[in-house]
């Protein structure tokens, strides 16, 4: 099955960089595929066009695109809802033993005692 512009992860953040001021999405398996936007919803539909390009060049020239790496991602892209869906629930466990952002609860933190 060929991948579709929805099965890819894309990051989208803000750039404070002077001059820039703007969203910026970027596709993580494609190196160089990259948008930007006033809005993260404006930076979120032009990335899904570019991408659509890219994969259209892929098929013009009879290559085979990347494919994507992180399913679990890509899924959250589509199904988006409640941050307490099964399937994201699942995604974050399996990204904190990838060693991804694992969950803060239950950190304890360390007292420092001096020893005479």
């Known amino acids: 099955m060929k991948p579709t512009a929805k099965d890819y992860e894309v990051r989208i953040w803000y750039s404070e960089i002077p001059g820039d001021d703007c969203y910026v999405a970027q596709v993580n398996d494609m190196p160089g595929i990259m948008a930007h936007g006033d809005s993260r919803e404006a930076a979120a539909r032009e990335i899904q066009e570019v991408l659509q390009l890219a994969l259209d060049t892929y098929a013009q020239n009879k290559e085979e695109p990347p494919a994507p790496k992180n399913i679990a991602g890509a899924s959250l892209g589509r199904i988006g809802g409640s941050t307490k869906s099964s ?5 974050a466990r399996i990204n904190g033993r990838r060693g ?4 803060k609860a239950g950190r304890k933190s360390k007292v420092f005692t001096p020893t005479p």
Do not use: T
């Open 87 to 91: 399937k994201k629930s699942l995604a």
């Open 100 to 103: 991804g952002r694992p969950k």
